[in-house]
């Protein structure tokens, strides 16, 4: 699989991606996207991880058979970076046993289709680094669980000992209902500040609020309840939520610029060749989805 492009800026790690094809471009292929915008080294960055995890996830649920042996080596590659985060760190555990558990799920549902790229000893190896991820995960887990019950045997500092106001604040920062209600189940105190109707009501706005179109069904939802405060925002929230999923909200972001049409991190910036010609210079921030269907043309 191919992808058309001109190079302007490769030198400033800047990755140009061109929708339109002519004579003077070349090519290149999903693993040198993801080798020049650098994801493998990006799961260390607090602010990338997220995007780089939703990424690869997308590729492995919906362009798993289709990856050639390059691409599937730069996925991997982005995984064993990701393994070596957690051993360092000991976060994120979950998203990666996610991601993984993902992996071998397409694997299997894609059989036997996916041996068109690539041989069947070369996917029974990847299930086989799969399987070695996911023991190397146990065992981080198992180390943490040690970790854990020794510092508990010298009571040190916890997030009980906070005051209730400041548990309040960290809740409000949680942008998922579910990790809402899981934290409710820690402490009666939690429990209360769960069940607080603002946190909800934010959470809504802030997921929903965006859209005018989600906006209006929202306040359907609320003259459903003819009452605004005494609207139930948690079963709002959960009706919105399987209606139109979760905005896509990520601390750093691909962008691609309007001029050149180079991808790039945002944190990076980027030096346009084109910027004294077109004055108008402008760039739009690229979601995991949308990226991937660029990869995937």
Not at 76 to 102: A, C, E, H, P, W
Not at 122 to 136: E, K
Not at 159 to 181: S, Y
Not at 205 to 228: C, P, S
């Amino acid at each position: 699989m191919k992808l058309d492009f001109k190079i302007f800026c490769d030198y400033n790690r800047n990755y140009p991606l061109r929708e339109e094809v002519d004579e003077s471009s070349s090519n290149a292929s999903i693993s040198d996207v993801l080798d020049a915008l650098e994801m493998a080294n990006s799961v260390y960055n607090i602010r990338r991880f997220n995007y780089v995890s939703k990424v690869v996830q997308l590729l492995s649920k919906e362009k798993l058979s289709e990856l050639s042996g390059n691409a599937q080596s730069a996925v991997f590659k982005i995984l064993q970076q990701m393994i070596d985060m957690v051993i360092k760190t000991g976060q994120n555990i979950s998203i990666i046993q996610r991601i993984l558990n993902q992996f071998r799920n397409s694997i299997r549902d894609s059989y036997p289709y996916f041996y068109y790229i690539g041989s069947e000893r070369c996917w029974q190896r990847n299930i086989h680094t799969l399987t070695r991820m996911q023991d190397a995960l146990k065992q981080i887990q198992v180390n943490l669980t040690k970790t854990n019950d020794e510092q508990n045997t010298q009571e040190l500092p916890t997030f009980d000992w906070l005051p209730v106001e400041m548990q309040r604040e960290i809740v409000r920062r949680l942008d998922n209902g579910n990790d809402i209600i899981n934290v409710g189940v820690l402490n009666s105190n939690l429990y209360r500040v769960t069940k607080e109707i603002l946190i909800w009501r934010e959470l809504c706005l802030f997921h929903f609020g965006v859209d005018e179109n989600v906006r209006e069904r929202i306040m359907k939802l609320i003259q459903h309840n003819d009452d605004e405060n005494n609207c139930d925002w948690k079963d709002v929230y959960f009706k919105l939520k399987r209606r139109y999923g979760h905005r896509e909200v990520y601390a750093e972001m691909i962008h691609q610029c309007q001029i050149c049409k180079c991808l790039y991190w945002q944190d990076s910036g980027h030096l346009c060749l084109y910027e004294t010609i077109n004055k108008s210079r402008s760039s739009i921030p690229i979601s995991p989805t949308k990226l991937v269907s660029l990869l995937a043309q």
